[in-house]
């Protein structure tokens, strides 16, 4: 079964807007990882959060994580075009080490 | 450049036919990773290997074969291909096996299309 599943599948925003993408899990989780990935290119590392972790910031992104609720969500503050993109969610089950992605979500940044 | 680098990007074959997949990293990573993502963008783990070692062997085909000739390079072999077997391949490597601290290197992707 699919370990993360993000919240909304797509997304659509005008530029200088914030976008906000949930993920949810199923299981204990050593941590949680937010991807990028446009069109047509492999997967981009963004940031990754420890599973003892609650929130966590890099440049205008912000990744919380709520394991009670097993959800994440990834904000990007002040958004441009350029952040048009899928973007995926990867958790890893405890004691597998196994990171599971889930379907994404496609954020389209308008002009 | 230092990368995850995958050949070849588009490969076109037709159904019965085998094919590899080759990757290559030059992270100096310990771990290396076969993805596949079908058409509606699910990304689901197909092997991986640490320091050569195969560590993780998901519930895949056993027409399909990776090989690892060394911690750098991990490679896909798939015999009679099949329609089904349509998607974009990514290689993927982590400096550390286990649970990771920096997460992955993806490289580019292979687009497989079997007609």
């Known amino acids: 079964s699919q370990q993360g599943e993000e919240d909304p599948q797509a997304l659509s925003i005008q530029e200088g807007e914030n976008a906000t993408m949930n993920c949810s899990y199923k299981?204990?989780?050593?941590?949680l990882q937010w991807y990028r990935q446009n069109s047509g290119r492999g997967l981009v590392h963004l940031i990754l959060?420890?599973?003892?972790?609650r929130e966590k910031h890099s440049g205008r992104l912000r990744v919380t994580l709520d394991t009670s609720k097993k959800s994440s969500s990834l904000l990007i503050t002040a958004s441009r075009a350029a952040d048009t993109a899928s973007y995926f969610c990867?958790?890893?089950?405890?004691?597998?080490?196994?990171?599971?992605f889930g379907t994404g979500t496609r954020l389209k940044v308008l002009a | 450049d230092t990368a995850v680098s995958q050949t070849p990007k588009y490969l076109v074959t037709q159904m019965g036919n085998d094919k590899s997949i080759k990757c290559e990293q030059n992270?100096?990573?310990?771990?290396m990773y076969w993805y596949k993502q079908d058409s509606k963008k699910f990304l689901k783990i197909m092997f991986s290997?640490?320091?050569?070692?195969?560590?993780i062997n998901e519930t895949v085909p056993n027409r399909f074969s990776p090989k690892s000739p060394d911690k750098a390079h991990l490679n896909l072999h798939i015999n009679s291909l099949e329609l089904g077997d349509s998607a974009v391949y990514f290689c993927?490597?982590?400096?550390?096996?286990?649970?990771?601290?920096?997460?992955?290197?993806f490289g580019s992707g292979t687009r497989l299309t079997v007609v």
């Open positions: 993927a490597s982590s400096r550390e096996g286990g649970s990771l601290v920096y997460g992955y290197t």
């Open positions: 299981t204990s989780i050593n941590n």
């Open positions: 959060i420890r599973s003892n972790e």
């Open positions: 990867a958790t890893d089950e405890v004691g597998t080490y196994k990171y599971i």
């Open positions: 992270l100096g990573h310990d771990t």
């Open positions: 290997y640490n320091n050569k070692e195969l560590i």
